[in-house]
């Protein structure tokens, strides 16, 4: 929407009046002609003498009073100054607007309608919000069943997104879908403050009550909010069309003997934004969302709200050169002589162009890259990281590849299960669906589910019969199931039960790769060996701790402990679980949120409570 559509001032605004100049001159013109026309000629001469001025001469007379009337216009609207507020300082923090993120985590928001998720797409948008957002305060506030503040509103943008990387589904203990109990709890986090307050919901719109006048409660809510001056506004996460959720336990989830299909409640969150004075928009792949949200809904009512006030100081678009041009040209038209305008149209037109690629603003970018260019940039730099992000807005099987091939290469091998899974049936050719089920195998091996890698394999060789890649990693996969069979090892993965099944020493497994460039016939990249540690800072002093394992675990074997009972890992084993030790921060919080809910002991799985849909 153009700027001058929403929030527009007047710096001078009296000078609009100057556009009734031509027409008052005109109007003095009429009057003075009546007493002039007589000493020009006597009384029965006059029709003949203003006859003999010609029809060209009137009708240039009118369209010049026509191009002059819309010019003054135009340069009095010139002279007024619009302008819009771009934006406002204020060194008082306590002026900021401030808005809470009201984020659903509850089971139906690992719906993967919307890829890769409907909570982890959620998470990538509010991290691009958060980049837009400038003299605001913005709290965090997550629910499932109940709702908790997981940041209080804070200009601090570092400290924003540390807390959305928390955001996952498990991290609140019990299962449901409360909206009204959130908006009702969000809204008394606001501290006292004369600024524009506003909560922003991030969700698919479900709730999980059975209670049949539910909706009309979460109205009520809203209003009681509208009432308190807090404006509400929705960003929707996930398609009308919908999909089925999964079960802790890997099934599809069933609700009393049917299986639940979670669909985008757009007519509800459409309504909740509407009567809570706000706006509604879907997630989009061009950021537009934003823009409709935050910079045309919530950051506009920030902006009038200190105007208001009259705190901190603004920066100020103009736009007075929109009419100056065009004014300038239609003066300059309406001199011009009927001869010289017929000779000079192409003339008019340069001026017209010109005056429109000067006053024509965009937006300019640094760099105008496409997302999928954005992303193989960053895959190609190894930023894995930034390449994922990227790859979540490309559409079809390149997007789920890449977004499969980084989550692979983060060591996040089940979302890259789901990624490649979605390539596979959005493939449109043999050589890429062997390329996608080859990838998706490779991701079970690292996964140590090493029959499903050894079937899909199989299924990969179909598509693509003399592939070396694919037949040396099938070979792999089934040493392995022999080896766990012989064993009789009670899982097959690294580490875990007595002389588990782990691949042999030197094995190189031909890695997930992208193509980035078919033309040229990109190669897979191959990982390092398996069991091996590659680029660790502390590889000797790892390997030295492995040796000595390998000397104390030979007396173990040899020992009967009636009291201990030993699980001996071998030395692959020890390196692997070297190499995937890491720090998961959102544990911290989730045991901080179980307490705040009276659980006394870490949850594994949220609880399902009842006369409360479990979603």
Do not use: C
């Not at 191009?67 to 204020?90: C, E, H, I, K």
């Not at 984020?103 to 691009?128: F, G, H, I, N």
């Not at 299960?417 to 195998?441: G, I, K, M, P, Y």
């Amino acid at each position: 929407m153009s700027p001058l559509m929403t929030g527009v001032e007047w710096r001078e605004p009296m000078w609009l009046w100057l556009a009734l100049f031509p027409w008052a001159l005109l109007l003095v013109r009429q009057l003075l002609a009546g007493s002039m026309s007589k000493d020009y000629a006597e009384h029965k001469l006059l029709p003949w003498a203003l006859s003999a001025r010609g029809l060209s001469v009137k009708h240039h007379a009118v369209w010049q009073q026509f191009l002059l009337g819309f010019a003054w216009l135009l340069l009095a609207m010139a002279a007024a100054g619009p302008r819009v507020a771009q934006t406002v300082y204020d060194t008082d923090q306590s002026h900021y607007g401030q808005l809470i993120v009201l984020v659903d985590v509850s089971r139906s928001m690992t719906a993967d309608d919307v890829s890769p998720s409907r909570l982890q797409r959620a998470r990538l948008e509010l991290l691009d919000l958060v980049s837009r957002i400038d003299q605001s305060r913005v709290g965090l506030v997550v629910y499932a069943a109940r709702p908790h503040l997981l940041s209080p509103p804070t200009a601090d943008k570092s400290l924003l997104q540390f807390y959305l990387q928390q955001l996952r589904y498990g991290l609140l203990p019990t299962h449901g879908s409360d909206l009204r109990t959130a908006l009702e709890f969000a809204g008394s986090q606001f501290g006292r403050s004369s600024a524009a307050k506003s909560i922003l919901i991030v969700s698919d719109g479900e709730i999980s009550s059975v209670n049949a006048n539910e909706d009309r409660a979460l109205d009520e809510a809203v209003t009681s909010l509208r009432q308190q001056n807090i404006s509400v506004f929705a960003l929707g996460v996930g398609t009308r069309k919908g999909a089925a959720i999964f079960a802790d336990d890997g099934s599809w989830l069933a609700y009393e003997g049917t299986e639940v299909v979670s669909r985008l409640q757009a007519d509800r969150l459409e309504r909740i934004s509407t009567i809570g004075g706000g706006d509604y928009s879907e997630i989009r792949a061009n950021d537009s969302e934003w823009r409709i949200l935050y910079d045309q809904g919530i950051a506009n009512q920030q902006t009038r709200s200190a105007i208001a006030r009259g705190t901190g100081w603004i920066i100020w678009q103009e736009f007075y050169s929109w009419f100056l041009v065009p004014g300038v040209m239609l003066w300059l038209a309406a001199y011009l002589r009927p001869r010289a305008r017929e000779h000079n149209v192409s003339l008019m037109i340069m001026f017209v162009l010109a005056g429109t690629a000067l006053t024509h603003n965009t937006d300019v970018f640094a760099a105008d890259l496409t997302a999928s260019q954005r992303a193989v940039a960053a895959y190609q730099q190894e930023a894995y990281q930034d390449a994922r992000q990227w790859y979540v807005r490309v559409p079809g099987y390149d997007g789920r590849m890449g977004e499969g091939s980084s989550n692979y290469r983060l060591g996040k091998y089940d979302l890259a299960v789901r990624q490649f899974v979605r390539a596979t049936l959005e493939a449109n050719s043999d050589s890429q669906r062997a390329d996608a089920l080859f990838n998706l195998a490779n991701s079970y091996f690292k996964l140590s589910r090493y029959r499903q890698a050894a079937e899909i394999y199989t299924d990969a060789l179909r598509y693509r019969p003399q592939d070396k890649h694919i037949s040396r990693n099938l070979a792999y996969a089934q040493a392995l199931i022999k080896k766990e069979q012989a064993g009789g090892a009670a899982t097959g993965r690294p580490g875990t039960g007595p002389r588990s099944a782990t691949p042999p020493d030197g094995t190189d497994i031909s890695d997930a790769g992208i193509l980035l460039d078919t033309e040229t016939g990109a190669k897979r990249a191959p990982a390092p060996p398996v069991g091996k540690i590659a680029g660790h800072p502390d590889s000797d002093l790892v390997r030295s701790g492995i040796r000595r394992a390998e000397l104390a675990a030979t007396d173990i074997e040899q020992s009967d402990d009636p009291v201990w009972t030993y699980d001996i890992t071998s030395t692959d084993g020890v390196a692997l679980k070297a190499a995937e030790i890491q720090i998961d921060e959102s544990i911290l919080w989730q045991r901080i949120l179980e307490y705040e809910e009276e659980f006394p002991v870490l949850v594994e799985t949220p609880y399902e409570l009842p006369g409360v849909q479990p979603w």
